[in-house]
């Protein structure tokens, strides 16, 4: 089963920006630590951003500034919003929902393709 719905990617200009959402199940989301990881070609996973439940953020040094990762409890959904993309954001991006302290799985999407190309 997926648990976890990634959206919004495509192809984008360098400079330009773009929004990912992730929808979760209400039992997960009210609990987890949401997360964004990618991975780009020839690469091993990494964390991009993550949030929790209080709204505590983490970012990746290389994203710091460009990206804000952001929750809407309503709605069930998390959020990563894109800004400045550089080529070298090129990558699948993958949402984590980490259940783990609750008793619950690590939770991951299928993936969302973001290329930065001019």
């Known amino acids: 089963q997926v648990q976890l719905v990634e959206s919004g990617g495509g192809l984008v200009q360098p400079g330009g920006s773009l929004r990912l959402s992730c929808a979760a199940p209400?039992?997960?989301?009210?609990?987890?630590?949401m997360g964004w990881y990618r991975q780009a070609p020839g690469k091993q996973r990494v964390l991009v951003a993550h949030i929790a439940s209080r709204g505590s953020t983490t970012y990746a040094d290389s994203v710091t500034g460009r990206f804000t990762i952001s929750r809407d409890n309503a709605k069930n959904t998390v959020y990563l919003q894109m800004n400045s993309l550089k080529p070298e954001d090129t990558a699948v991006y993958y949402c984590?929902?980490?259940?783990?302290?609750?008793?619950?799985?690590?939770?991951w999407g299928q993936g969302t393709q973001v290329t930065v190309s001019s």
């Open positions: 209400g039992n997960i989301f009210a609990v987890a630590f």
């Open positions: 984590n929902a980490d259940g783990r302290h609750a008793g619950l799985p690590n939770y």
